[in-house]
């Protein structure tokens, strides 16, 4: 009996306090004072900056090519994972061998540049750093087809490269819509085959500021977005700071960090049905399991918003190392229910498109440079501020399974009060331009009519009260 009404006590006491802390956070600050044009390159900013764009070619080189083979040839012996294990410690060895064998003997180097060369590539200096970008027009020549920009941001440990399967599909014509896509999909600065920074602070904040400004360099004033992980972040403090240049904003990894949200997460664990859906309960709640699923797959994150540089050592002198360290991650985050297999969930995804995903990042050396944003990501007092602060851009978003983090529209419309579509998947996985690429399409196409309907009732409303 004494149980029971502890129990209770503390179930009041814990929903009281939820509820008085959402009333504590309804004040929104104020936009904090950004500068718009920070210098991110090496030295002091030059009286002249080079504005030019470039046309790139991207190539898998033969020193890299024949250094790469070597060092996955000259590998040491690999620790087998202990008797009855599959993937529950972590990468299994005994399945990675076969993952290099294939890198070593099937991956044709060239074949995949060529296949990533089909698409036109530039780069450009936006605030001191080289930006490479993905700049794909649609090919329609009628005229009542409605060309509009789209702007692709990807996430850790990806590239523009995530998109490739995507983008000859979003710009095609597709049944049913009057408009199709001009894509620009970027690689983050520091990713890819984009420039790094020698500089502190480079945060999403300041990364969305320069695709900002990288979209008005290509001549874009006003433009949509679609995004997913860090790209998300990116994206949704763009939206915050410059409303009145996102026309719409569609993301695969929706967010919100607003303390207000996060009540309503704790209040949820005591009366879940007053949170989400019952379909979806389970991704939530229990709150112990999902702390718990939280607590094994976060040693990564941790380690690089803590001591990204240290890590980076092993990962930029061993491609075994870098690639059972990318594949186990990218495998949880398609199936994170999948660790009794040798594969830890990376089956959901095409090999090759995994290994051009490493062997990018060793090529290019960025692992370091990539995985800094997890320490400037938990850092810097504007972070903070525009997480609390909403934004009127019109959003939507997509729900996979196995996404890292999964919110229902309640928590999601405090940050993003025009949540004018969402939806939710019982497959698929963070990946999903990769993983699920029909689907995601679709949404994007489905999401964009809605945030041309949401724009016409508006104008429409303000015809009306004008007059």
Same mark, same amino acid.
């Given at each position: 009996?004494?149980?029971?009404?502890?129990?209770?006590?503390?179930?009041?006491?814990?929903?009281?306090?939820?509820?008085?802390?959402?009333?504590?956070?309804?004040?929104?600050?104020?936009?904090?004072?950004?500068?718009?044009?920070?210098?991110?390159?090496?030295?002091?900013?030059?009286?002249?900056?080079?504005?030019?764009?470039?046309?790139?070619?991207?190539?898998?080189?033969?020193?890299?090519?024949?250094?790469?083979?070597?060092?996955?040839?000259?590998?040491?012996?690999?620790?087998?994972?202990?008797?009855?294990?599959?993937?529950?410690?972590?990468?299994?060895?005994?399945?990675?061998?076969?993952?290099?064998?294939?890198?070593?003997?099937?991956?044709?180097?060239?074949?995949? $540049?060529?296949?990533?060369?089909?698409?036109?590539?530039?780069?450009?200096?936006?605030?001191?750093?080289?930006?490479?970008?993905?700049?794909?027009?649609?090919?329609?020549?009628?005229?009542?087809?409605?060309?509009?920009?789209?702007?692709?941001?990807?996430?850790?440990?990806?590239?523009?490269?995530?998109?490739?399967? !995507?983008?000859?599909?979003?710009?095609?014509?597709?049944?049913?819509?009057?408009?199709?896509?001009? !894509?620009?999909?970027?690689?983050?600065?520091?990713?890819?085959?984009?420039?790094?920074?020698?500089?502190?602070?480079?945060?999403?904040?300041?990364?969305?500021?320069?695709?900002?400004?990288?979209?008005?360099?290509?001549?874009?004033?006003?433009?949509?977005?679609?995004?997913?992980?860090?790209?998300?972040? *990116?994206?949704?403090?763009?939206?915050?700071?410059?409303?009145?240049?996102?026309?719409?904003?569609?993301?695969?990894?929706?967010?919100?960090?607003?303390?207000?949200?996060? $009540?309503?997460?704790?209040?949820?664990?005591?009366?879940?049905?007053?949170?989400?859906?019952?379909?979806?309960?389970?991704?939530?709640?229990?709150?112990?399991?999902?702390?718990?699923?939280?607590?094994?797959?976060?040693?990564?994150?941790?380690?690089?918003?803590?001591?990204?540089?240290?890590?980076?050592?092993?990962?930029?002198?061993?491609?075994?190392?870098?690639?059972?360290?990318?594949?186990?991650?990218?495998?949880? *985050?398609?199936?994170?229910?999948?660790?009794?297999?040798?594969?830890?969930?990376?089956?959901?995804?095409?090999?090759?498109?995994?290994?051009?995903?490493?062997?990018?990042?060793? $090529?290019?050396? *960025?692992?370091?440079?990539?995985?800094?944003?997890?320490?400037?990501?938990?850092?810097?007092?504007?972070?903070?501020?525009?997480?609390?602060?909403?934004?009127?851009?019109?959003? $939507? !978003?997509?729900?996979?399974?196995?996404?890292?983090?999964?919110?229902?529209? *309640?928590?999601?419309?405090?940050?993003?009060?025009?949540?004018?579509?969402?939806?939710?998947?019982?497959?698929?996985?963070?990946?999903?331009?990769?993983?699920?690429?029909?689907?995601?399409?679709?949404?994007?196409?489905?999401?964009?009519?809605?945030?041309?309907?949401?724009?016409?009732?508006?104008?429409?409303?303000?015809?009306?009260?004008?007059?």
């Amino acid at each position: 009996m004494l149980h029971k009404i502890m129990s209770s006590v503390v179930a009041v006491v814990a929903i009281g306090s939820g509820v008085l802390l959402m009333y504590a956070v309804q004040v929104i600050p104020d936009k904090p004072n950004l500068d718009f044009q920070r210098w991110w390159g090496i030295g002091p900013r030059p009286r002249q900056e080079d504005t030019s764009v470039r046309t790139f070619h991207l190539d898998f080189n033969d020193t890299m090519v024949l250094d790469l083979k070597q060092r996955l040839r000259n590998r040491r012996p690999l620790t087998k994972p202990l008797e009855g294990v599959q993937s529950e410690y972590g990468m299994n060895t005994v399945y990675l061998e076969t993952i290099i064998t294939h890198w070593l003997e099937r991956y044709d180097f060239k074949k995949r $540049a060529q296949l990533l060369n089909r698409f036109s590539h530039y780069k450009t200096r936006i605030q001191g750093l080289d930006l490479h970008f993905i700049w794909e027009k649609p090919k329609i020549k009628d005229p009542n087809v409605k060309v509009l920009p789209l702007l692709m941001l990807h996430g850790w440990p990806s590239s523009s490269k995530e998109f490739v399967r !995507v983008i000859p599909m979003l710009t095609s014509q597709k049944d049913g819509y009057d408009f199709v896509y001009e !894509v620009v999909a970027v690689d983050l600065p520091g990713f890819g085959f984009s420039e790094g920074t020698n500089k502190r602070g480079l945060n999403p904040v300041q990364i969305g500021i320069m695709m900002r400004n990288l979209m008005k360099r290509l001549g874009f004033q006003k433009y949509y977005i679609q995004a997913g992980d860090w790209g998300s972040q *990116c994206a949704t403090h763009m939206a915050t700071i410059f409303p009145d240049e996102i026309l719409g904003f569609h993301t695969n990894m929706p967010l919100s960090s607003k303390r207000k949200s996060f $009540a309503k997460f704790v209040i949820g664990a005591f009366f879940p049905r007053l949170v989400v859906n019952a379909e979806y309960q389970d991704r939530l709640y229990p709150m112990l399991g999902l702390l718990s699923y939280i607590m094994r797959e976060s040693g990564y994150f941790h380690m690089q918003a803590t001591k990204p540089d240290t890590i980076g050592v092993a990962l930029t002198d061993s491609p075994v190392g870098l690639a059972a360290y990318i594949i186990e991650k990218m495998g949880i *985050c398609s199936n994170r229910d999948q660790l009794d297999t040798p594969h830890t969930g990376i089956e959901n995804l095409n090999l090759d498109d995994v290994l051009d995903t490493i062997t990018i990042a060793w $090529a290019n050396n *960025c692992i370091v440079t990539s995985s800094r944003i997890y320490y400037e990501g938990m850092r810097g007092y504007e972070i903070n501020i525009l997480h609390e602060i909403p934004t009127p851009v019109p959003t $939507a !978003v997509v729900n996979f399974k196995y996404e890292v983090l999964y919110q229902p529209d *309640c928590m999601l419309r405090d940050k993003f009060p025009n949540l004018v579509r969402s939806s939710t998947f019982s497959v698929g996985g963070h990946f999903a331009a990769l993983q699920t690429p029909h689907m995601l399409v679709e949404e994007v196409f489905a999401s964009t009519k809605a945030f041309l309907d949401f724009h016409s009732k508006n104008k429409n409303r303000n015809t009306k009260s004008s007059s």
